[in-house]
């Protein structure tokens, strides 16, 4: 970044995975900005608690190194949204803004500009209000950011930026690595430089190693979503575009079975009021594998009549968890009511589903028995990503099976373990919660039952009913 700049770049862009140290390497760079006489600065982020970051870094710098002493006027409340650093003595500040925050993009004429979370921020917030007042001043913009899809950011500072386009890569050499080939960028300005950073080789212009280990990456590969890890990993631009689930019917699909009884149960509810309510139906198998055998999807019922078809599906089997949408309170209070005990899902964030089950399916540990749950069936192979709204699903989509059968995926409970079976004081199925609260307790039972048989022999083994009636046992006679 310093090295762009001090060749005359004017836009300069870091794209890079979290924890690269992009926002760090910002904020250096505008310490120096800072202490230059008549030097005006903004940091501005979606909100003022984004902008902490890179304040945050120049305010412990510059009071490490006696400089904040020297500031005419300062304040450092986030919360309050009030963060500047002010030197009268040279004409020179740093002043946090906020996109929540219009009117407070029309003030200063700018030196330079630091987009905060850039990948977050409406586009109209550099179009209408940024790009003319550092123009004015022939000022400089620093856009620190993981990308998040092709959005604005992308068009604004990523394409200007590259001489060519349908280029290659060359070979990597001291973590650096060529752009090669392609044709001219009609759209090239060279003002612009960018640069990704990335934390795997496959990905990037530059590779930042050490930060993730090699398992850690391999790890997050199986785990995320395509897109989401060559962002978060990657550092890189991804298309949101397409299906968000990748349903394999030869693979995720298998023929009908009876699921054992003494296998690992959940439900996943998702009620609708004017949509239809879907209830899922999972077990997992021993093996871990999460099996899905059943499903209700329909409207207009109560809850006790949804528990009732619940109880009609579940006869032999106890479920390890029911997890209900969180906004549905009323129907969670309707079920402890009729008995039936549930919970919410511990993240409640819609990304915190499509991560766990894109990861079940990944690992060969997600299948749905064939003509048991249609409506699931039918909703996951038309579930698409929002072009628009990079790492969301598209709005307005029917997602009522997949929601139900997502906040399941989130139970914390055990697959059954055959080696449970010999343990007497385990029971197949419980969740970790249920097994720490009551394993002690049957384990104690069951010691103070047998001390009291073991007892009860022990006192048979001493009395001898002979001596009472005073004769040998051979001269005893029934009944004499």
């Not at 930042?208 to 398992?215: A, S």
């Not at 964030?349 to 997600?366: C, N």
């Not at 790492?391 to 055990?414: F, I, N, S």
Request: charged share 25%.
């Amino acid at each position: 970044m310093d090295a762009a700049v001090d060749a005359g770049k004017r836009f300069v862009s870091l794209f890079a995975f979290p924890q690269a140290g992009k926002s760090y390497g910002a904020a250096r760079h505008a310490e120096c900005d800072i202490l230059r006489p008549n030097t005006h600065g903004w940091l501005v982020a979606p909100t003022y608690i984004h902008g902490s970051k890179e304040f945050g870094y120049i305010w412990r710098d510059f009071h490490e190194t006696g400089v904040l002493k020297l500031a005419t006027r300062k304040a450092f409340d986030a919360r309050g949204g009030n963060m500047f650093i002010e030197f009268d003595q040279w004409g020179s500040f740093v002043k946090v803004v906020s996109a929540e925050n219009p009117d407070s993009l029309r003030m200063e004429q700018l030196d330079w500009v630091i987009l905060c979370e850039a990948s977050a921020l409406p586009s109209n917030v550099y179009e209408r209000y940024l790009y003319a007042r550092v123009e004015l001043r022939h000022g400089k913009v620093l856009i620190p950011t993981t990308p998040k899809g092709y959005n604005w950011v992308y068009d604004a500072f990523r394409v200007p930026a590259l001489e060519t386009t349908g280029f290659t890569y060359g070979d990597w050499h001291e973590n650096l690595r060529p752009r090669l080939g392609g044709v001219a960028n009609s759209r090239y300005d060279s003002a612009y430089w960018s640069a990704v950073v990335s934390a795997t080789p496959e990905y990037g212009d530059i590779l930042e190693p050490g930060v993730h280990t090699p398992e850690a990456v391999e790890r997050a590969r199986r785990l995320l979503p395509h897109a989401a890890f060559v962002e978060q990993f990657g550092g890189d631009f991804a298309s949101y575009a397409g299906l968000i689930y990748r349903f394999d019917p030869n693979e995720h699909a298998c023929e009908p079975f009876s699921i054992p009884d003494d296998w690992t149960h959940i439900i996943g509810w998702d009620h609708g009021a004017d949509n239809p309510t879907a209830i899922l139906f999972g077990s997992y198998s021993p093996e871990g594998i999460l099996y899905w055998w059943d499903e209700i999807y329909t409207a207009g019922l109560s809850a006790g009549e949804y528990v009732r078809l619940l109880r009609g599906r579940m006869v032999g089997k106890s479920p390890s968890a029911i997890v209900i949408d969180p906004s549905a309170k009323q129907v969670r209070i309707e079920c402890l009511r009729a008995n039936l005990t549930t919970t919410i899902p511990f993240d409640k964030q819609i990304e915190a589903r499509i991560t766990r089950v894109t990861q079940l399916m990944r690992d060969g540990k997600w299948k749905v028995l064939r003509g048991r749950c249609p409506n699931m069936l039918q909703e996951i192979m038309a579930w698409e990503w929002d072009e628009k709204n990079p790492g969301k699903p598209r709005p307005k989509q029917r997602c009522h099976a997949l929601d139900a059968m997502g906040y399941a995926t989130l139970a914390e409970v055990p697959p059954p373990r055959p080696h449970m079976l010999a343990d007497e004081d385990s029971i197949v199925g419980e969740s970790p919660l249920q097994e720490r609260t009551w394993k002690p307790l049957r384990r104690a039972w069951r010691e103070q039952a047998e001390h009291e048989a073991a007892e009860t022999a022990h006192t048979a083994l001493d009395h001898n009913p002979f001596e009472e009636v005073g004769v040998h046992p051979q001269e005893y006679v029934y009944g004499a």
